[in-house]
């Protein structure tokens, strides 16, 4: 009869534990921004297998780009809200990166992979394939924290390729 008691005990406790879980709240909210989103925007186009929405605006020439390739990329990137957080168009030079490499997000190189040169696309990404729970920001010389992108913000990149160096086989 006591192990039973405890028993039960603990199965009441886990499924407080679980349903007070704050993360849950956190993506349910997440997910109520991006279907707003699409509803707002007139999208059409269903997530891809990672939940990533990729809507084609000008479709590029060649073959896709794949993994290894060397891309240079001109983008603007926004909140859901429509706010720019920041964008490298003016720049001289395009962002150059390589498609699987730890030097971007992940939703980067699974979105541009959905490209060719001369493409240019929104790539709409949930905060799992950009700066997760955890978000982004950055400490100052004081050790003052500065929170550019809080956690679980999806995001919305406006991308051009405008540079494509395939990898050696």
């Known amino acids: 009869m006591k ?3 405890y ?3 603990a199965v009441v406790l886990a499924a407080t534990i679980i349903s007070c879980n704050p993360a849950k709240a956190y993506e349910e909210e997440e997910k109520s921004l991006i279907d707003s989103y699409i509803s707002e925007n007139n999208i059409n186009i269903a997530p891809d297998a990672d939940g990533l929405y990729y809507i ?3 479709p590029g020439t060649g073959e896709l780009i794949k993994t290894g390739d060397s891309v240079g ?3 603007t990137l926004f909140f859901l809200t429509g706010e720019q957080l920041q964008s490298n168009v003016e720049a001289d030079t395009p962002y150059r990166l ?3 490499s730890y030097e971007v997000i992940e939703g ?3 979105g541009l992979r959905y490209m060719k040169l001369g493409t240019k696309a929104r790539i709409l990404l949930p905060s799992s394939l950009a700066y997760g729970p955890m978000g982004y920001g950055y400490y100052d010389y004081y050790g003052n924290y500065y929170s550019v992108i809080p956690g ?3 995001l919305l ?3 051009e390729v405008v540079e494509l160096v395939r990898a050696r086989k």
């Open 56 to 58: 084609e605006q000008v």
């Open 7 to 9: 028993t039960i005990a």
């Open 108 to 110: 980067w190189s699974l």
């Open 73 to 75: 990329v001109y983008y």
């Open 3 to 5: 192990n039973l008691l």
């Open 152 to 154: 679980y913000t999806p």
């Open 98 to 100: 390589r498609i699987g």
């Open 157 to 159: 990149y406006q991308m």
